[in-house]
């Protein structure tokens, strides 16, 4: 029997503890007000333009670029499919319940926990190995159809969501530049913190040969 299958339990918890955490840290970063990550800027924008929740538009756009996969001859995962749905959902329970930061030093101290958590959830949903997030499968996509590097796919297409975000309204500041600088590095660690190894193997060791799995799970 696979160590996949051994460690199935466990997987299953770390996948769905993860995105719950990513979708309740994303939602710190919205009441710090001192900026979002790169696709929340997007969909704060969106969010702005429709009057829907920002885990509403999350849920939207992660089906739309879901369907984008078709073309790029991806196959989702059951990560895939849970990240569209559950990461909007946290988000928008956790908004409901976390008012806004209202002072700077608590502002700085909600943003830093934001992304710290973040990191740890990155890590738990990655080391579960079911897939890649519908966002990083676009990218991981275009770098097979097109040849370019996974660098250059991701930079393009959060440069692109990143400016059309804030031509809508979405926040963008300190937040989204320390996010930037800190989240790989966070990601590594947490990675290696819920690695989940069998004899002779490990999810990080994976994770590591496969460019698409070391992105961020969105």
């Given at each position: 029997?696979?160590?996949?299958?051994?460690?199935?339990?466990?997987?299953?918890?770390?996948?769905?503890?993860?995105?719950?955490?990513?979708?309740?840290?994303?939602?710190?970063?919205?009441?710090?007000?001192?900026?979002?990550?790169?696709?929340?800027?997007?969909?704060?924008?969106?969010?702005?333009?429709?009057g829907?929740?920002?885990?509403?538009?999350?849920?939207?756009?992660?089906?739309?670029?879901?369907?984008?996969?078709?073309?790029?001859?991806?196959?989702?995962?059951?990560?895939?499919?849970?990240?569209?749905?559950?990461?909007?959902?946290?988000?928008?329970?956790?908004?409901?319940?976390?008012?806004d930061?209202?002072?700077?030093?608590?502002?700085?101290?909600?943003?830093?926990?934001?992304i710290?958590?973040?990191?740890?959830?990155?890590?738990?949903?990655?080391?579960?190995?079911?897939?890649?997030?519908?966002?990083?499968?676009?990218?991981?996509?275009?770098?097979r159809?097109?040849?370019?590097?996974?660098?250059?796919?991701?930079?393009?297409?959060?440069?692109?969501?990143?400016?059309?975000?804030?031509?809508?309204?979405?926040?963008?500041?300190?937040?989204?530049?320390?996010?930037?600088?800190?989240?790989?590095?966070?990601?590594?660690?947490?990675?290696?913190?819920?690695?989940?190894?069998?004899?002779?193997?490990?999810?990080?060791?994976?994770?590591?040969?496969?460019?698409g799995?070391?992105?961020?799970?969105r």
């Amino acid at each position: 029997m696979s160590s996949a299958s051994v460690h199935l339990p466990r997987r299953l918890l770390q996948l769905y503890a993860g995105l719950t955490l990513y979708g309740a840290s994303s939602a710190l970063l919205v009441r710090a007000g001192l900026g979002l990550e790169p696709w929340n800027v997007l969909h704060q924008g969106l969010a702005e333009l429709t009057g829907l929740t920002i885990g509403v538009v999350s849920i939207i756009v992660g089906a739309a670029v879901l369907l984008a996969w078709i073309p790029l001859r991806q196959r989702p995962g059951l990560g895939t499919v849970s990240n569209v749905f559950v990461v909007g959902l946290a988000m928008d329970a956790t908004l409901a319940v976390v008012p806004d930061a209202r002072t700077l030093p608590v502002q700085i101290l909600v943003m830093t926990t934001g992304i710290v958590l973040n990191g740890a959830a990155t890590g738990l949903y990655i080391a579960a190995r079911f897939g890649p997030g519908p966002r990083d499968g676009l990218m991981t996509g275009l770098h097979r159809r097109t040849g370019r590097s996974i660098r250059l796919m991701r930079t393009l297409i959060e440069v692109a969501v990143v400016a059309t975000g804030f031509l809508l309204g979405g926040s963008l500041g300190v937040g989204t530049v320390a996010y930037a600088l800190a989240i790989g590095p966070l990601a590594q660690l947490f990675l290696r913190v819920f690695a989940i190894c069998g004899p002779g193997e490990c999810s990080t060791a994976v994770a590591g040969r496969t460019p698409g799995r070391v992105i961020l799970p969105r």
